[in-house]
């Protein structure tokens, strides 16, 4: 579900946010009745508190929102939408103590403090509705929420609805609502068109593979999005255990980024000619499934030697960077839930990427503080190269001795862009606890900070 802004017709119940250091200030300046009652509630201004005053006729007459301390705010993020989701039923609007810088960025928390995964079951809805503050960008802030919305049911949605036909349709549907332009390659076509590692990953499953191609704008520079999209990962012959495998449902986080992503661009309308790029394939176990030992010739011409099976994402994301490539954009972007090795060295909650342009990191990085997205940056390094050459073939997919694990995927993908400026993002794509604005679940990364970054990045 998507949440909007309040209509500001509304009237609106005042709410004040209020910092630990600043609430004695602050009360000082109220009427006695109401420092009374939130001293007798124990309001402190902690982060994340918050508590409403009645008036006299028994509605509510003002709320207050705790802002905590600069300390508490940094090692959270979305700090209003914790407030919001203790806040009783009606519609607020922000009344003093909101710093301006931050407004557009506590909004969207709490747009994204509305959603619910209620596919398969009915959820509790929040029920404090918000009015955009005074400054922001409102209909920009509703398309980056309805974009990560996407992200979120995409990610949430199982995989016995969400194979690569139904990943299809949700690219199809995002097509149809921006009027972008979408062509799909199935099956053995993969393979008549020159997609063999594609069609490979996926010939074992009962739904076929498929390369999905959605095209949008036609003026500005050109931005190619590349997004995984292995809807199960079984792990191949190179069998997962159990408890790995639970999560995969998730192993197409890479293509539910993109098209949110891809959502924020076309909804807002950056004058930039988007291309979105989806391998979509399951990666299951049958008779004709591809062996360790295979090696496998991909669009681009480089041979690749399987040695784990359950290293498929790096295999269907080259024969779509290499046809990206052909193209020369002005930027190559893959995402994907790519390796364990990323989850090691950062954790669940920051994006690692890679990118040797310095112009593109500086914009990124300043985005992501702003936005409340964190990144952050790992190197291709090059003399890992070695890692990734077998002898046998001029590709390995998945080095032995475990070492750079994230590296050594980051420098394979790029093997197969030679033309165009490259980032990779290695995300996880899923909060593996409940956090205001940020449900346990499937969730966005680096995604918000992509779309902010963009106009600096491409000189739009």
């Not at 997919?397 to 290695?426: E, M, Q």
Request: charged residues 20%; aromatic residues 6%; glycine residues 10%.
């Amino acid at each position: 579900m998507t949440a909007r802004f309040a209509d500001p017709s509304i009237e609106a119940i005042p709410l004040h946010v209020v910092t630990q250091d600043s609430l004695e200030d602050w009360l000082q300046d109220q009427p006695g009745a109401i420092r009374a009652w939130l001293t007798a509630q124990g309001f402190k201004g902690a982060l994340g508190q918050a508590m409403s005053m009645p008036d006299a006729q028994g509605g509510i007459a003002m709320a207050v929102a705790g802002f905590g301390t600069q300390a508490t705010r940094a090692r959270a993020r979305f700090h209003l939408a914790a407030a919001a989701a203790k806040l009783p039923k009606g519609t607020y609007r922000i009344a003093s103590g909101l710093p301006e810088e931050e407004a557009g960025t506590e909004a969207l928390g709490w747009l994204l403090a509305h959603y619910r995964f209620d596919r398969y079951a009915t959820q509790s809805p929040l029920s404090a509705d918000l009015i955009a503050p005074e400054g922001i960008d409102a209909p920009k802030v509703e398309a980056v929420a309805a974009g990560e919305a996407l992200t979120r049911t995409l990610i949430n949605t199982p995989a016995s609805d969400m194979g690569p036909p139904d990943l299809e349709q949700a690219a199809r549907d995002l097509a149809d609502t921006h009027r972008a332009k979408i062509s799909v390659i199935t099956g053995d076509d993969l393979l008549a068109q020159n997609f063999p590692m594609i069609h490979t990953v996926g010939r074992a499953a009962d739904r076929a593979p498929r390369l999905i191609d959605m095209t949008w704008g036609t003026k500005g520079p050109k931005l190619t999005l590349v997004g995984k999209g292995v809807c199960f990962d079984t792990g191949g012959l190179n069998l997962k255990p159990g408890a790995s495998m639970g999560l995969m449902k998730k192993d197409m986080g890479g293509a539910a980024a993109v098209l949110g992503l891809a959502h924020m661009i076309m909804a807002t309308g950056l004058p930039l000619q988007l291309r979105v790029l989806i391998p979509a394939v399951e990666n299951s176990v049958a008779g004709n499934a591809f062996r360790p030992g295979d090696i496998l010739t991909s669009r681009k011409g480089l041979t690749v030697e399987i040695n784990n099976t359950d290293a498929e994402g790096r295999l269907v994301l080259a024969d779509a960077l290499a046809l990206a490539d052909e193209d020369a954009p002005d930027q190559i972007i893959s995402m994907a839930t790519l390796t364990g090795a990323a989850r090691v060295a950062v954790g669940p909650d920051l994006a690692p990427y890679f990118s040797d342009n310095a112009e593109f990191v500086a914009a990124l990085e300043a985005s992501a503080a702003q936005n409340a997205d964190p990144v952050w940056r790992l190197p291709f390094h090059d003399p890992y190269e070695a890692m990734i050459e077998p002898g046998i073939a001029d590709l390995d997919n998945a080095p032995k001795g475990g070492f750079a694990g994230c590296i050594t995927a980051a420098l394979f993908l790029r093997r197969f862009v030679s033309d165009s400026p490259y980032a990779h993002f290695d995300i996880y794509g899923w909060n593996p606890s409940d956090a205001p604005a940020r449900p346990k679940g499937g969730v966005g990364q680096a995604t918000r900070a992509l779309y902010a970054a963009l106009p600096k990045m491409l000189d739009l």
